[in-house]
């Protein structure tokens, strides 16, 4: 069967990427494998590490890149969303404050899914907001298990500091106090993909006055349970 799409560039781009897919390759297992020439293996594959599609590892071998991570996220969005209302909705029900559902999106964060606090004072973020990477419990926790150069890029501003999320990966779970804005507190816990990447963040947010100091306190065995269970439904379904 013929595998060409008629275009010579893209087909060896791909036979550079199908190589990669059985792990680590040096330049010259890159030349053996796909049985390019080796000046064109070298350039394919160092164009493919410019559009993060292919990278390096620290022996300096040639490996899948994490910009196919983010467009298999992508692919699996709806999935994702789909599987979060019945989620949040119970995580509203149970601890009686606004949850969220929140992707990375560059620099930004985006709301993509939400169950309100049905009365009273409650933090209302609409599905679609777009919020700063810089602050938030979802900031931290769609930051904290970044590669290192994208994790200290992203620190750059942030109300938050390197030893924050050392502690957000140490336990699994974010909290934050008036950071993203004056009067509220929320929790937050990572939603991964089947590959075990953070593609997602959900969060319990609302008034100090109700969260208290600590939020992580009242609610984080609440919300880690819900991110588990959405974690479970992509693994099961092969989503993000």
Same mark, same amino acid.
């Given at each position: 069967?013929?595998?060409?799409? #008629? ?8 036979? %550079? ?10 330049? /010259?297992?890159?030349?053996?494998? $796909?049985? !390019? /020439? ?15 599609? %292919?990278?390096?590892? @620290?022996?300096?071998?040639?490996? !899948?890149?994490?910009?196919?991570? +983010? ?20 995580? *509203? ?15 930004? *964060? ?5 169950? +309100? *606090? @049905? ?15 810089? /602050? #938030?419990?979802?900031?931290?926790? !769609?930051?904290?298990? +970044? ?14 500091? /390197? =030893? $924050? ?6 336990? #699994? ?5 008036? +950071? *993203?804005?004056?009067? %509220? ?10 590959? #075990? ?33 959405? =974690?479970?439904? !992509? ?6």
């Amino acid at each position: 069967m013929d595998n060409s799409s #008629g275009v010579g560039v893209l087909d060896k781009a791909a036979t %550079v990427l199908g190589a990669l897919e059985a792990g680590p390759l040096t330049l /010259a297992g890159l030349v053996q494998s $796909t049985g !390019l /020439a080796r000046p064109t293996a070298h350039r394919l594959a160092t164009a493919l590490e410019h559009h993060r599609l %292919v990278g390096r590892d @620290l022996q300096g071998r040639f490996v !899948l890149g994490p910009r196919l991570a +983010e467009l298999a996220a992508a692919a699996g969005e709806d999935r994702l969303l789909a599987a979060s209302g019945p989620i949040l909705t119970a995580l *509203r029900d149970g601890t009686g404050e606004s949850c969220q559902l929140y992707r990375r999106q560059g620099d930004q *964060r985006i709301c993509v899914a939400a169950a +309100e *606090r @049905l009365s009273g004072l409650r933090d209302t973020v609409p599905i679609g907001a777009v919020l700063s990477m810089h /602050a #938030g419990s979802a900031a931290q926790v !769609l930051l904290a298990w +970044e590669e290192p150069e994208r994790m200290h890029r992203g620190l750059m501003g942030a109300k938050f500091s /390197a =030893t $924050t999320l050392s502690g957000v990966r140490r336990r #699994g779970w974010s909290q934050s106090v008036s +950071e *993203r804005e004056a009067g %509220v507190a929320s929790v937050s816990a990572p939603v991964r993909g089947p590959a #075990g990447r953070v593609v997602a963040a959900v969060s319990v947010s609302g008034p100090v006055e109700r969260l208290g100091r600590a939020p992580g306190r009242l609610h984080a065995p609440a919300v880690v349970a819900a991110a588990n269970r959405l =974690t479970e439904a !992509l693994r099961r379904n092969g989503g993000a």
